[in-house]
């Protein structure tokens, strides 16, 4: 430890505010949903003082917006909720998708459907992520295991966001956000904080929309400061005004899913637990990964060749990653708070090469080393 | 006095014209109004940020050269709340259609007269759904028909002016397609007014109100406007008998009170002195 970190006792939601800031987030707007909540406070409190803004929107629908005005005015943005204020986000983030807008939307879950259980833990929202607006589009998602984690990740979640041109998804879940661990708080200046590339100076005619050769993200000016750019939701050309010709449709939608799928590598994000010489690889991610990591330790003590993967980019999905480790095991247990929506894409890719199964629980009630443990003697 | 041809050089994207409103429709008019006032203070364009939501009314940014961005619908004033708390040196104007503000987006402009947010909203209200081909909305009169009101609209109309002062605009006026100079005035005041400004602009849409309800053609239309508008001053001379079946024009109200980002300022400065 250098002498510059600090160490803090923080929770999971404190940390992601303090990495947000970090970031260099300057803006938030939000609406109280639980277990969120202290997100949307703690932004209230930190904000002003580092000269940034807070608004308390009258919805969640207009706390997306808010946002993505605010980014489009320069200001690094986000938002947080949980489960049913993440519904209702998005159509503004399909918006944030096709209008390239950078904001950092979280979602801490809860279980559902619905209003479901507001303040129990569940990782219901996985399929939501990628696919709650309509229409095809690109997403980034990032999960975290541990509250430095979510300082880490949330900072990333902004970095991505920046260089992408992307809205990016902090998918959490109530045990991480309201636990409290030891973390340390890096130098600002040991961190890489990515700031969106902005139009050449002098430049006459801007095009909001125009990428040159082998670029797949169009530089961002803001609101004020002269370049009088139109922005919209509809399908639309370099200059971004609306377009219905066919050809600019297809090129922009395959430019926007690009720019994911081909810096794949470098969005990947995952951790390997005793995998090397594993004959079981146990899948599991956010809270439920802490479980499973101890129940590869109880494996391992009895002799059980057992390792965990865990991916912290939950989307895209770690196609190639996974793949690879349906090579090398026997066995592929996903173990999710939820109905086995994650395990759906991992069956996807792996289940050509190796057995499959899923484990979940959705009554509210965290998975326990235990049970996966048993789970693992099982299968 | 600038002529139309100059405002069009100055303000508009010529490339863009022309515009996709029906011939006859009233948008035009109020387009050239809003802009007209715009002129008329010397505003810097680069400042200017125009912002609307989904409906006839809110394709008239794309034609118009500010900042502009075409929001979802109804989110019009929630997208312009974030990007005026971002950076209140702008001047956000609005402009978003009766749906569009009063039915989807009704919730956002409560609140956005609420926190009294420097915001100029101006509402094209042409009585009518027209995008999607004539349906009933919050400002179509009771009585009237719609193609989702075949038997007649059963709904009693939103009173937008009353509505908004009571939610806590500081500043409020309606003017219509047929007093554009009274139009211009009442957007003027309204972007001087440092506070949330609404202005309703009523127009005329004889494609789809004008002939579900048998109101005639455009001239026609603009007619009605010209014969039943009463000045609110004017009005406050006149009996209940002579007003009946009449709409009120001008001025509603224009008070003084906090302005939202002014106050968010004072929190920040107040950090920024203790450093």
């Given at each position: 430890?250098?002498?510059?970190?600090?160490?803090?006792?923080?929770?999971?939601?404190?940390?992601?505010?303090?990495?947000?800031?970090?970031?260099?987030?300057?803006?938030?707007?939000?609406?109280?949903?639980?277990?969120?909540t202290?997100?949307?406070?703690?932004?209230?409190?930190?904000?002003?003082?580092?000269?940034?803004?807070?608004?308390?929107?009258?919805?969640?629908?207009?706390?997306?917006?808010?946002?993505?005005?605010?980014?489009?005015?320069?200001?690094?943005?986000?938002?947080?909720?949980s489960?049913?204020?993440?519904?209702?986000?998005?159509?503004?983030?399909?918006?944030?998708?096709?209008?390239?807008?950078?904001?950092?939307?979280?979602?801490?879950?809860?279980?559902?459907?619905?209003?479901?259980?507001?303040?129990s833990p569940?990782?219901?929202?996985?399929?939501?992520?990628?696919?709650?607006?309509?229409?095809?589009?690109?997403?980034?998602?990032?999960?975290?295991?541990?509250?430095?984690?979510?300082?880490?990740?949330?900072?990333?979640?902004?970095?991505?966001?920046?260089?992408?041109?992307?809205?990016?998804?902090?998918?959490?879940?109530?045990?991480?956000?309201?636990?409290?661990?030891?973390?340390?708080?890096?130098?600002?200046?040991?961190?890489?904080?990515?700031?969106?590339?902005?139009?050449?100076?002098?430049?006459?005619?801007?095009?909001?929309?125009?990428?040159?050769?082998?670029?797949?993200?169009?530089?961002?000016?803001?609101?004020?400061?002269?370049?009088?750019?139109?922005?919209?939701?509809?399908?639309?050309?370099?200059?971004?005004?609306?377009?219905?010709?066919?050809?600019?449709?297809?090129?922009?939608?395959?430019?926007?899913?690009?720019?994911?799928?081909?810096?794949?590598?470098?969005?990947?994000?995952?951790?390997?637990?005793?995998?090397?010489?594993?004959?079981?690889?146990?899948?599991?991610?956010?809270?439920?990964?802490r479980?499973?990591?101890?129940a590869v330790?109880?494996?391992?003590n009895?002799?059980m060749?057992?390792?965990?993967?865990r991916?912290?980019?939950?989307?895209?999905?770690?196609?190639?990653?996974?793949?690879?480790?349906?090579?090398?095991?026997?066995?592929?247990?996903?173990?999710?708070?939820?109905?086995?929506?994650?395990?759906?894409?991992?069956?996807?890719?792996?289940?050509?090469?190796?057995?499959?199964?899923?484990?979940?629980?959705?009554?509210?009630?965290?998975?326990?080393?235990?049970?996966?443990?048993?789970?693992?003697?099982?299968? | 006095?600038?002529?139309?041809?100059?405002?069009?050089?100055?303000?508009f994207?010529?490339?863009?014209?022309?515009?996709?409103?029906?011939?006859?429709c009233?948008?035009?008019?109020?387009?050239?109004?809003?802009?007209?006032?715009?002129?008329?203070?010397?505003?810097?364009?680069?400042?200017?940020?125009?912002?609307?939501?989904?409906?006839c009314?809110?394709?008239?940014?794309?034609?118009?050269?500010?900042?502009?961005?075409?929001t979802?619908?109804?989110r019009?004033?929630?997208?312009?709340?974030?990007?005026?708390?971002?950076?209140?040196?702008?001047?956000?104007?609005?402009?978003?259609?009766?749906?569009?503000?009063?039915?989807?987006?009704g919730?956002?402009?409560?609140?956005?007269?609420r926190?009294?947010?420097?915001?100029?909203?101006?509402?094209?209200?042409?009585?009518?759904?027209?995008?999607?081909?004539?349906?009933?909305?919050?400002?179509?009169?009771?009585?009237?028909?719609?193609?989702?009101?075949?038997?007649?609209?059963?709904?009693?109309?939103?009173?937008?002016?009353?509505?908004?002062?009571?939610?806590?605009?500081?500043?409020?006026?309606?003017?219509?397609?047929?007093?554009?100079?009274?139009?211009?005035?009442?957007?003027?005041?309204?972007?001087?007014?440092?506070?949330?400004?609404?202005?309703?602009?009523?127009?005329?849409?004889?494609?789809?109100?004008g002939?579900?309800?048998?109101?005639?053609d455009?001239?026609?239309?603009?007619?009605?406007?010209?014969?039943?508008?009463?000045?609110?001053?004017a009005?406050?001379?006149?009996?209940?008998?002579?007003?009946?079946?009449?709409?009120?024009?001008?001025?509603?109200?224009?008070?003084?009170?906090?302005?939202?980002?002014?106050?968010?300022?004072?929190?920040?400065?107040?950090?920024?002195?203790?450093?």
């Amino acid at each position: 430890m250098s002498s510059d970190t600090k160490i803090k006792l923080m929770q999971g939601n404190e940390a992601c505010v303090e990495g947000a800031i970090t970031a260099g987030m300057r803006f938030f707007a939000g609406y109280p949903i639980t277990p969120s909540t202290e997100i949307a406070e703690i932004s209230s409190q930190r904000l002003p003082r580092v000269g940034g803004k807070f608004i308390q929107m009258e919805d969640e629908i207009a706390s997306m917006a808010a946002v993505i005005g605010a980014s489009l005015t320069g200001l690094k943005s986000m938002t947080a909720t949980s489960g049913p204020g993440f519904s209702l986000k998005q159509e503004n983030l399909g918006y944030a998708s096709m209008a390239e807008v950078p904001c950092v939307i979280v979602n801490v879950q809860r279980g559902g459907p619905s209003t479901g259980l507001p303040t129990s833990p569940s990782q219901g929202d996985v399929m939501q992520a990628r696919w709650g607006t309509h229409g095809d589009h690109p997403i980034i998602a990032l999960s975290p295991s541990s509250v430095k984690e979510t300082y880490e990740l949330t900072i990333e979640a902004f970095n991505y966001s920046e260089k992408y041109r992307v809205p990016v998804i902090l998918l959490m879940d109530e045990v991480i956000a309201h636990m409290r661990e030891k973390i340390e708080i890096p130098n600002i200046n040991d961190l890489n904080i990515i700031d969106r590339k902005k139009p050449k100076a002098g430049l006459k005619n801007y095009n909001p929309y125009e990428v040159s050769d082998n670029e797949l993200v169009p530089p961002m000016a803001a609101y004020g400061e002269g370049y009088r750019f139109h922005v919209t939701g509809l399908t639309h050309d370099e200059t971004g005004f609306p377009s219905n010709d066919s050809n600019i449709a297809s090129n922009l939608l395959s430019r926007l899913m690009n720019k994911i799928e081909k810096n794949i590598d470098a969005i990947s994000l995952y951790e390997e637990y005793k995998l090397k010489d594993a004959e079981v690889a146990l899948v599991a991610y956010g809270s439920t990964a802490r479980s499973a990591k101890s129940a590869v330790d109880f494996c391992r003590n009895e002799g059980m060749k057992v390792g965990l993967f865990r991916p912290k980019t939950i989307w895209p999905f770690l196609e190639e990653q996974i793949s690879e480790l349906s090579k090398r095991v026997n066995k592929i247990l996903v173990v999710e708070m939820n109905h086995g929506q994650y395990a759906l894409e991992v069956e996807r890719v792996a289940s050509k090469n190796v057995n499959v199964e899923k484990m979940g629980k959705f009554n509210g009630e965290l998975i326990t080393p235990d049970e996966i443990y048993a789970k693992i003697k099982e299968v | 006095m600038t002529q139309t041809s100059e405002l069009v050089k100055k303000y508009f994207r010529v490339d863009k014209l022309p515009h996709i409103w029906c011939p006859g429709c009233g948008h035009g008019i109020l387009m050239r109004a809003t802009v007209k006032a715009i002129d008329n203070l010397g505003l810097d364009k680069d400042k200017v940020c125009i912002v609307s939501g989904i409906g006839c009314s809110s394709r008239a940014p794309g034609y118009m050269d500010f900042n502009t961005l075409h929001t979802t619908h109804g989110r019009a004033l929630a997208f312009a709340t974030g990007i005026k708390m971002a950076n209140p040196e702008l001047e956000v104007i609005v402009i978003t259609g009766d749906g569009d503000s009063a039915a989807i987006g009704g919730n956002h402009l409560i609140h956005a007269a609420r926190r009294n947010i420097n915001i100029t909203t101006i509402v094209f209200n042409n009585n009518i759904y027209g995008m999607t081909g004539g349906q009933y909305s919050p400002t179509t009169p009771t009585g009237d028909r719609g193609t989702t009101a075949p038997y007649g609209n059963i709904d009693k109309n939103f009173d937008l002016c009353n509505l908004t002062k009571a939610a806590g605009a500081t500043y409020v006026g309606r003017a219509t397609a047929y007093h554009a100079n009274l139009l211009t005035k009442l957007v003027e005041k309204g972007i001087e007014n440092k506070g949330f400004s609404f202005v309703e602009a009523v127009s005329v849409c004889p494609t789809y109100y004008g002939r579900k309800n048998k109101k005639g053609d455009s001239v026609e239309m603009m007619k009605f406007l010209k014969n039943n508008a009463i000045n609110i001053k004017a009005a406050e001379k006149m009996s209940n008998e002579k007003l009946m079946g009449k709409f009120l024009i001008g001025e509603f109200h224009n008070s003084q009170e906090p302005e939202y980002t002014s106050q968010y300022q004072k929190i920040i400065d107040m950090f920024q002195k203790e450093r």
